[in-house]
């Protein structure tokens, strides 16, 4: 990587979730990426924030503990720094106190180049992205200007986290390989400018670069080892609902009885379905935004080489 000052290191990251900071997901996430040489900084919320989409919490203090535990039990004495830290609100508000510098020195002197939120519990496929914590934590950091990949285990099984750490691995790798450090875009200084030029316009690594496209990746637990990259299909929630009378009164809960994808053959639900690992790349800001990515770019970004992989990620 291009201006890294640790040059033993690999590039620093900050990881984040929905399912909070003792989840499963993360902490084996983290886990790998601090035995493969990257300082990590991990900046969650306290407990379960799933489907908080992104919520802040406002006019609230939000109460921050450093977790020293749980550092002593992935951290290798030579390895590189690694800071675990959780905040009592949303994915969102974490992703906010990690960037906006005031946590100090509890960062340990990490700098991310890099945010991956998850590895989440479930899926986050099709619509699902815009219900999603995981999701929006990642939009989050790249609304901030840092590019990011959200993931998910495509599944319900606690147990089962280690072909979605070693997909998410590799695309870690593929990704970290298209940044170079300072970071164009970080902290949005030259606002609606923060963009790529005429010379990297056509090509989405310089989009992902200034965390204007962000990447989205589903891993069915049962991961057939093959990748494929490509758009959202059509998912449906039947009977979201369930009406209770009881003795305290009227009561529903929320909660699909079944779910339903629909999708051809490279979207995200046909290959979640076929057992593979679906990656997505996503548009940070809303189509009508100043620094939306134009349908033809997001069309590019999105499609597959050889190995299933996008062809922009894939190439140096």
């Known amino acids: 990587m291009r201006g890294q000052g640790h040059l ?12 909070g900071v003792e989840a499963l997901g993360l902490l084996s996430i983290v886990a790998a990426l601090h035995s493969a040489g990257h300082p990590v900084l991990v900046v969650a919320p306290r407990g379960e924030q799933s489907a908080s989409g992104m919520r802040l919490t406002l006019r609230k203090p939000l ?26 609100g949303t994915p969102c508000d974490s992703v906010i106190v990690a960037l906006e510098g005031s946590i100090g020195d509890l960062t ?7 945010c991956v939120s998850g590895v989440n519990l479930g899926p986050n496929l099709s619509l699902d992205v815009l219900h999603s914590g995981t999701v929006s934590a990642a939009r989050e950091a790249s609304m ?3 590019p990011s990949i959200a993931t998910s285990l495509a599944d319900y099984d606690p147990q089962s986290f280690d072909g979605a750490v070693e997909a998410t691995m590799r695309i870690i790798a593929m990704a970290t ?6 970071l164009p875009s970080l902290m949005r200084p030259n606002g609606r400018d923060s963009k790529p030029g005429p010379g990297g316009w056509q090509h989405p690594a310089s989009h992902f670069l200034h965390a204007n496209l962000m990447l989205n ?3 069915p637990a049962r991961w057939n080892g093959r990748f494929m990259s490509g758009p959202h299909g059509a998912r449906w929630y039947k009977a979201p609902t369930r009406i209770n009378q009881g003795p305290s009164g009227m009561t529903v809960e929320v909660g699909a009885a079944t779910v339903v994808n629909e999708g051809q053959v490279g979207t995200d639900t046909h290959t979640v ?35 299933g992989f996008p062809e922009w990620l894939s190439s140096q």
């Open 8 to 19: 033993h290191h690999k590039p620093p990251i900050l990881v984040t979730n929905d399912d």
């Open 63 to 88: 109460r921050i503990e450093s977790h020293v535990d749980l550092e002593a039990q992935i951290s290798n004495p030579d390895g590189p720094p690694l800071s675990i830290l959780s905040v009592e």
């Open 108 to 114: 340990k002197g990490i700098r991310p180049v890099l």
């Open 144 to 146: 901030y200007g840092l």
């Open 177 to 182: 390989a298209h940044l170079h450090t300072p």
């Open 217 to 219: 990746l589903n891993i």
């Open 273 to 307: 379905d076929s057992l593979g690992c679906s990656i997505t790349v996503m548009p940070t800001w809303p189509q009508l935004h100043p620094l939306a990515v134009p349908d033809e770019i997001l069309s590019i970004a999105n499609q597959p080489d050889a190995d």
